[in-house]
């Protein structure tokens, strides 16, 4: 996957001689297609200088900013200006031309394509409006409107023309608590519909659980912060909860289905943002845990398609063998979903146990039925061997998480 703004080595300072100021020291970092990055900081701390250096709106004096193929260090004011059709600003303050009606200011935002007609635009204003949830206040002016329906209108005039990158800049600081959360959570619904990335600057520690990453500028460095990774574990671990209820609906196979459904729309939306943070620039060892849970991502995947395998053997099996495979089974999700809710040295050494020997325990079993009962054999032995594999991986992570 291909960033959509990658920095590479960027200082900025204002002021010369004596009062020269560094806000900006030798940053790099990658931003992504469907990414909702929080920047946060202290005031001064160069997140708003970030921001508009990265969206063309100053020069850049050190390093390099690309946006898609264009180089953006020593670029014309024709190449800025390009750059910056390519992005979405949205600004604390609305911006908003009160003369205007609420679908004029929307409009604004194409009058800078030359090919634009009138009627197209104000058709593609009011789609826009419609989405964000307000189309019925299109005829409206600005001070008419709330705090928070003024700023989705700067979304809309931001989206307007489809941009790649939308750029914020404090959304909510001038919102309520309930305002501001309907206008983050509308971002984040918009960046995954239009697979824009998503650079909000902020202090609002209220909204921070919408990010995939959350970045730290201080003193002119760049950090990255655990909390979206450690967000996505969370959503990860809690699969095997759901697939620790799989056993008792071996039965039922509308029930079944139905969790299926469930487990394939959560993967489906944690695969793709486990796969951004795999692909970006990051130091050891947040690296190797990316890695490490995006590949228990798909082990979870496979297991949950064994265990299904299994819901359609089993009627088929002798009773004993059938009861034997469901208890087992249900046992070892229970255990393993203790554990990576735990997270315990404890909970996952008990896990590793259950599931090291497995030649020797399916050679006994096996001599034990008939050859008819071996595909449902194997397949629960395959399901031991996934949850063998999550459980190496669970304590590799807590080991470094030891020795960090």
Same mark, same amino acid.
């Given at each position: 996957?291909?960033?959509?703004?990658?920095?590479?080595?960027?200082?900025?300072?204002?002021?010369?001689?004596?009062?020269?100021?560094?806000?900006?020291?030798?940053?790099?970092?990658?931003?992504?297609?469907?990414?909702?990055?929080?920047?946060?900081?202290?005031?001064?701390?160069?997140?708003?200088?970030?921001?508009?250096?990265?969206?063309?709106?100053?020069?850049?004096?050190?390093?390099?900013?690309?946006?898609?193929?264009?180089?953006?260090?020593?670029?014309?004011?024709?190449?800025?200006?390009?750059?910056?059709?390519?992005?979405?600003?949205?600004?604390?303050?609305?911006?908003?031309?009160?003369?205007?009606?609420?679908?004029?200011?929307?409009?604004?935002?194409?009058?800078?394509?030359?090919?634009?007609?009138?009627?197209?635009?104000?058709?593609?204003?009011?789609?826009?409006?419609?989405?964000?949830?307000?189309?019925?206040?299109?005829?409206?002016?600005?001070?008419?409107?709330?705090?928070?329906?003024?700023?989705?209108?700067?979304?809309?005039?931001?989206?307007?023309?489809?941009?790649?990158?939308?750029?914020?800049?404090?959304?909510?600081?001038?919102?309520?608590?309930?305002?501001?959360?309907?206008?983050?959570?509308?971002?984040?619904?918009?960046?995954?519909?239009?697979?824009?990335?998503?650079?909000?600057?902020?202090?609002?520690?209220?909204?921070?659980? @919408? $990010?995939? &990453?959350?970045?730290?500028?201080?003193?002119? *460095?760049? =950090?990255?912060?655990?909390? %979206? !990774?450690?967000? #996505? +574990?969370?959503?990860?671990?809690?699969?095997?909860?759901?697939?620790?209820?799989?056993?008792?609906?071996?039965?039922?196979?509308?029930?079944?289905?139905?969790?299926?459904?469930?487990?394939?729309?959560?993967?489906?939306?944690?695969?793709?943002?486990?796969?951004?943070? @795999? $692909?970006? &620039?990051?130091?050891?060892?947040?690296?190797? *845990?990316? =890695?490490?849970?995006?590949? %228990? !991502?798909?082990? #979870? +995947?496979?297991?949950?398609?064994?265990?299904?395998?299994?819901?359609?053997?089993?009627?088929?099996?002798?009773?004993?063998?059938?009861?034997?495979?469901?208890?087992?089974?249900?046992?070892?999700?229970?255990?393993?979903?203790?554990?990576?809710?735990?997270?315990?040295?404890?909970?996952?050494?008990?896990?590793?146990?259950?599931?090291?020997?497995?030649?020797?325990?399916?050679?006994?079993?096996?001599?034990?039925?008939?050859?008819?009962?071996?595909?449902?054999?194997?397949?629960?032995?395959?399901?031991?061997?996934?949850?063998?594999?999550?459980?190496?991986?669970?304590?590799?992570?807590?080991?470094?998480?030891?020795?960090?």
């Amino acid at each position: 996957m291909q960033p959509l703004v990658s920095i590479n080595g960027l200082t900025h300072a204002f002021g010369d001689g004596a009062g020269k100021k560094e806000v900006l020291h030798n940053v790099s970092v990658d931003f992504y297609p469907g990414e909702i990055v929080i920047i946060m900081g202290p005031s001064g701390a160069g997140k708003t200088t970030l921001l508009s250096l990265a969206g063309g709106l100053r020069s850049v004096q050190a390093g390099s900013i690309r946006l898609g193929d264009t180089e953006l260090f020593q670029a014309n004011a024709k190449t800025l200006r390009e750059s910056r059709r390519k992005i979405g600003f949205i600004f604390q303050a609305h911006n908003l031309v009160d003369s205007l009606s609420v679908c004029e200011n929307v409009q604004i935002a194409l009058a800078v394509d030359a090919n634009a007609v009138p009627a197209d635009s104000r058709k593609k204003a009011l789609d826009l409006l419609t989405r964000v949830g307000i189309g019925n206040f299109a005829n409206e002016k600005p001070r008419e409107l709330s705090g928070g329906q003024k700023q989705r209108v700067a979304i809309a005039r931001a989206l307007v023309r489809s941009p790649q990158i939308i750029m914020a800049d404090e959304p909510t600081a001038a919102l309520d608590r309930n305002s501001g959360r309907e206008v983050v959570d509308l971002l984040q619904y918009l960046a995954r519909e239009m697979h824009c990335a998503v650079l909000l600057v902020t202090h609002d520690n209220r909204i921070l659980d @919408v $990010a995939d &990453r959350i970045l730290t500028l201080e003193d002119g *460095r760049i =950090e990255e912060s655990s909390l %979206a !990774l450690d967000r #996505l +574990v969370r959503e990860a671990s809690g699969l095997l909860q759901l697939l620790a209820e799989y056993p008792t609906l071996f039965h039922s196979p509308e029930s079944l289905n139905a969790s299926s459904s469930r487990f394939t729309a959560q993967t489906e939306a944690l695969l793709p943002r486990l796969a951004t943070l @795999v $692909a970006r &620039r990051q130091a050891e060892p947040t690296a190797s *845990r990316c =890695e490490r849970w995006n590949a %228990a !991502l798909g082990e #979870l +995947v496979a297991l949950e398609e064994s265990l299904r395998q299994i819901a359609e053997l089993l009627p088929a099996q002798e009773p004993a063998l059938a009861e034997s495979i469901q208890e087992g089974t249900d046992f070892l999700l229970r255990t393993a979903a203790q554990a990576f809710a735990s997270r315990t040295a404890k909970d996952c050494q008990i896990l590793l146990s259950l599931t090291a020997d497995r030649t020797h325990a399916q050679d006994s079993i096996r001599r034990m039925y008939s050859d008819a009962g071996m595909d449902a054999i194997n397949v629960y032995f395959r399901c031991v061997y996934f949850l063998g594999h999550l459980a190496k991986r669970l304590d590799s992570d807590l080991s470094a998480q030891r020795i960090n």
